[in-house]
């Protein structure tokens, strides 16, 4: 499918397109003066456009051989010329640079050319309080994102806390989103204080992803319960009320106040924040040698390092700290916690081709 | 009428004219214009937004890299057999950058017809 500019290389190409005219009148003044030295005086081609760009250029050089008057009044056409078409480049030159700032528009373009190679990011759409949240600890987890983000008031916010990828164009745009690589993109993630806008972000996902075949997982959130329904009916996977997580967290604090200092090891796991220490849940597929073996028998512990805090069996109540005897199930749903290089090792062992392999070397 | 078409193709359609008629006489004066046109040419597909636009590009670099060299050749070593030779590179290029302005120009008029708004 054929790409089409986004604003900000529209920008660039309306930019490149300003030097445009300064460029061919250059050119044209210096073939205009090439070929009238080359036939009134017969110079050859070398002394000819030599005396040209001495001439345009106003540089006062001695002529490189005698001139007949036909000659010098050829010189002074071509004087005036060049420096009418000088001080226009000039001005053209300097517009481009200083109020266009081109060289800002080809960092954007270099970003967007970067943009298309990424893969399994996140597009997260609006740079709002909790996107700025979400960067920060994505860029601490090493996880990929773009931003895409129309206003550019917000985009000098993006720039100035070093966001790497960016896109500044309007979120209802399917082509804002390809911009974005959806196409290999694991998700999107909405969060604009109006529900409307979140709306928008999801059915465009949805859209956008029946059109590249790529399976998105849609994050939003919602200022009240009716906009969650609404926001789960038109595509959401995942809605969040902040204020309604705000609240669960206060009251789990008030519940049960942090002992060791003001912020709990287990709290910083619980939300993800620190890079040491990670909770994943992770479901068991049919396929893997450990289905039908016991927590003991499954060697997970000697195999990644990450402890099983909790096991649930399909449609029932999470099983809290199993014992070693407990039969793991295909369908059950492990929650795990280590290192994430640990979890990452049972992830990939998780996995039914992973495990493929493991059987046929076992 | 698009007077920015119109300049556009006027100079992709001069370098070619002036290069063929380049190969055909070898004339000095011919060698700066067509070499002059294909810069110039070249300039108008810079940031282009054509739907061939990077196609269109890359034939016209290519016209100006036989182009050059050819100039040389010809004013700086006398060599007229090499330029000529040179010079038959940078047509074909220029042809084909006709032929891509063609389909570029069909393409932008099926666009057009089919555009709802």
């Not at chain 1, 206060?250 to 619980?270: D, F, H, N, W």
């Not at chain 1, 040491?276 to 927590?295: N, Q, T, W, Y």
């Not at chain 2, 016209?60 to 006398?78: E, K, M, R, T, W």
């Amino acid at each position: 499918m054929r790409s089409f500019p986004s604003r900000q290389q529209g920008d660039f190409f309306d930019a490149l397109a300003r030097l445009r005219p300064p460029l061919i009148l250059t050119i044209l003044l210096l073939l205009v003066g090439t070929l009238g030295y080359m036939a009134i005086e017969g110079f050859p081609f070398v002394d000819a456009m030599y005396m040209t760009v001495i001439s345009v250029a106003t540089v006062g050089f001695g002529e490189v051989h005698p001139l007949s008057t036909g000659g010098r009044l050829f010189t002074m056409g071509l004087i005036m010329g060049g420096f009418a078409v000088f001080s226009y480049s000039v001005g053209v030159f300097v517009e481009v640079i200083t109020r266009r700032d081109i060289f800002g528009l080809f960092r954007i373009q270099t970003m967007e050319s970067r943009i298309k190679s990424l893969a399994d990011h996140y597009i997260i759409v609006g740079y709002t309080t909790i996107a700025q949240e979400l960067a920060r600890i994505f860029r601490r987890r090493g996880m990929l994102f773009v931003v895409v983000e129309p206003d550019a008031e917000r985009v000098e916010m993006l720039k100035h806390d070093q966001v790497e990828f960016f896109i500044q164009d309007d979120y209802f745009r399917h082509e804002t989103y390809r911009k974005a690589a959806v196409g290999t993109a694991r998700g999107i993630i909405t969060s604009f204080e109006n529900d409307s806008d979140n709306i928008t972000v999801v059915v465009t996902g949805r859209i956008v992803e029946e059109a590249t075949g790529r399976d998105l997982f849609i994050v939003s959130t919602c200022s009240n319960e009716e906009s969650k329904v609404r926001l789960e009916r038109v595509g959401a996977d995942y809605v969040i009320s902040p204020d309604t997580l705000i609240g669960n967290r206060i009251g789990a604090l008030a519940l049960r106040p942090p002992t060791l200092g003001s912020r709990s090891v287990l709290e910083q796991v619980a939300f993800g924040e620190t890079t040491d220490l990670d909770i994943r849940e992770m479901l068991l597929p049919e396929g893997v040698p450990m289905v039908g073996k016991s927590v003991r028998d499954s060697d997970l512990r000697r195999l990644t390092g990450a402890y099983i805090v909790a096991i649930t069996h399909e449609g029932r109540r999470p099983h809290i700290n199993p014992s070693p005897d407990e039969i793991l199930r295909a369908g059950d749903t492990l929650m795990v916690i280590g290192t994430p290089r640990q979890l990452d090792t049972l992830e990939h062992l998780l996995r039914p081709t992973a495990a493929a392999g493991v059987n046929g070397t076992t | 009428m698009d007077w920015g078409k119109v300049a556009s193709i006027f100079f992709i359609l001069m370098a070619l004219t002036s290069n063929a008629s380049f190969v055909y006489g070898g004339d000095s004066y011919n060698l700066v214009i067509t070499v002059a046109m294909s810069l110039i040419a070249t300039l108008l597909k810079l940031g282009s937004r054509k739907t061939l636009g990077a196609e269109l590009m890359a034939t016209s670099l290519v016209a100006d890299l036989h182009l050059i060299p050819a100039l040389v050749a010809f004013f700086g070593f006398g060599e007229v057999t090499m330029a000529k030779g040179l010079a038959i590179g940078a047509l074909v290029a220029n042809v084909i950058s006709v032929a891509l302005i063609t389909i570029d120009t069909i393409l932008d008029t099926i666009k057009e017809e089919n555009a709802i708004y």
